[in-house]
């Protein structure tokens, strides 16, 4: 391990001519060393620490490690627009970096989130100089991976995050009538009346966002993914169980593994968006849950930047955190899960009682009532719980939702050996609707033999042409759990995961206080004969 020098600040001018600002760690020795770069919109201080070991922990290890300001953020110069300028920033970036007094001319990138975007951009640029990246928590197509999902608005995240950099832009233009209200609505969440936004930050990407439901031509402009096809580095995929933007790092993991000829790892922890620790919503995964991703990172970057032989490539790719068992299993790639299916059936009081709707393994056994019947109610709408897509996110307690007359449920009877699920989770209703349009919500729980319920996953969908009996098919997000002998499995279905999502007025998503107005009540019709939960079964896997 290295002394550290002291941090030094430096800039940096874009092609363009805007200076972009940085802090340097070195470690104190002699000869070269390989840089370690991250590119972050909130002030290059907090060098994502809230997920990752401080920029002196990675520089004690051999590194120059460089922490940027992005073009408008923190001091430098510019004007922030979301993902916009980070091809060619990131390429300059990567340069500039491989350049410094005291680099080996080899560069890798880590970081989640925007951290984790900013990566793939300066990638589609295919400096030279950038060998390896760890990008963690991204959406490689943004409309589906990041902003919307299932076609309904991500409402809580997208928000959220939203006023979170406009408080910051207003923060650094001095306003501070802005700033003040701006941070208000932060600590107030949900804010029922995003027009806040309209009024104190006209110039945020959320107006575009919310304008653009569809995956059009917009959303193929600013997506990594169109420019990615030649993209062929050695990469990291970091991602977390319960992380809003999961879907993007399967969705990235997948496509360099079907087509890249270099090194593809994947880690995927019992984790939300963030922190990355034991603890994750109300339970307690265990010691081995604590992020192994920095020491993991460290190797990754001695094997692709420093040319020490880890023992990396001759180890499995895949590393999964096995929620239930709370171990880590490592496999030389995602299998493929023999699909079982439980069907759902009724006495007709699924909405009313939790023994009126069970799951079964056998559809010849669907002797009750064909159909169940499920009211929202726009005044009261069924909140958002844990999952991947509320704050906070994780795993909770929600006996309480699913008594609610509003929510139906589904319990198979009591597992008679454990049961392994590792992949997609996919849910089939069959259903119709009294309004043009209404979303559906299903929850995936697992119910204990004291009676409590926690969930393990849901999905979510935007339904169009509701009045037409249709077989809607919602995906859930990919989990890995075993879940224990004497536990029974739950279904639960709304028409709301409010304010995960953006409720559905009957006719269109409801985004402001006006479209709040003309909110219906909806009512719909579930066939339960015709309705099935497909699940991701696997025998034991071996470390």
């Known amino acids: 391990m290295y002394k550290i020098l002291s941090k030094q600040t430096a800039s940096m001018y874009t092609r363009d001519g805007v200076r972009l600002d940085a802090d340097i760690y070195r470690p104190d020795g002699e000869g070269e060393f390989p840089v370690l770069l991250m590119r972050q919109p909130y002030g290059r201080a907090i060098a994502s620490t809230v997920v990752y070991a401080h920029p002196t922990w990675y520089a004690a290890h051999g590194y120059i490690v460089v922490i940027q300001d992005v073009r408008g953020r923190g001091t430098s110069e510019g004007e922030f627009q979301l993902f916009t300028h980070e091809i060619a920033d990131g390429a300059d970036s990567v340069n500039w970096a491989a350049s410094l007094s005291g680099s080996n001319g080899l560069v890798g990138m880590y970081g989640f989130s925007y951290q984790g975007m900013t990566q793939l951009y300066a990638a589609i640029a295919k400096s030279p100089a950038l060998k390896t990246i760890c990008p963690a928590m991204i959406g490689y197509d943004l409309y589906p991976d990041w902003a919307y999902e299932g076609g309904a608005f991500c409402l809580h995240t997208n928000l959220a995050w939203a006023i979170q950099l406009a408080t910051e832009t207003a923060r650094l233009r001095g306003d501070q009538l802005a700033y003040q209200a701006l941070f208000a609505a932060s600590r107030h969440l949900p804010v029922n009346h995003p027009e806040i936004l309209q009024q104190l930050a006209p110039e945020s990407f959320y107006h575009d966002w919310v304008a653009h439901p569809k995956a059009d031509h917009y959303w193929q402009e600013l997506s990594p993914k169109s420019y990615f096809s030649e993209v062929d580095l050695p990469m990291l995929h970091i991602g977390g169980w319960f992380d809003t933007y999961l879907r993007g790092t399967l969705h ?270 909806i009512t719909l019709t579930v066939n339960c004969a015709a309705s099935q939960v497909l699940l991701p079964v696997i025998s034991s896997l071996a470390n």
């Open 252 to 521: 990235l993991y997948k496509d360099m593994v079907a087509r890249a000829t270099t090194p593809q790892h994947l880690v995927i922890g019992p984790w939300a968006h963030l922190p990355w620790g034991r603890k994750v919503g109300a339970v307690d995964f265990g010691q081995l849950a604590a992020s192994p991703v920095d020491q993991m990172q460290i190797r990754w970057f001695d094997q692709f930047l420093k040319g020490v032989n880890t023992g990396l490539l001759e180890e499995s790719s895949v590393c999964l955190f096995e929620m239930g068992s709370n171990i880590w299993q490592t496999l030389p790639s995602l299998p493929t899960p023999n699909q079982k299916s439980y069907f759902l059936s009724t006495t007709g009081l699924a909405s009313i009682r939790e023994d009126a709707g069970i799951l079964i393994p056998n559809p010849h056994f669907l002797v009750l009532s064909p159909q169940d019947l499920l009211v929202h109610d726009p005044w009261r709408p069924v909140p958002a719980t844990g999952g991947h897509a509320a704050i906070p996110a994780g795993v909770f307690e929600r006996s309480q939702i699913d008594c609610r007359s509003d929510v139906l449920t589904y319990t198979s009877a009591p597992l008679t050996a454990d049961l392994l699920l590792l992949g997609d989770v996919l849910v089939e209703i069959c259903c119709e609707s009294d309004q043009d349009g209404y979303d559906l919500c299903a929850v995936l729980s697992q119910v204990y033999p004291d009676g409590s319920v926690y969930n393990i996953t849901q999905g979510y969908l935007h339904c169009q042409d509701g009045k037409n009996s249709v077989t809607r098919k919602i995906e859930l997000q990919p989990i890995s759990i075993r879940i224990a002998t004497g536990n029974c499995l739950r279904l639960s279905l709304s028409l709301a995961c409010y304010p995960a999502y953006a409720m559905n007025s009957g006719n269109g998503t409801v985004l402001s206080s006006d479209s709040l107005m003309n909110a219906q009540i």
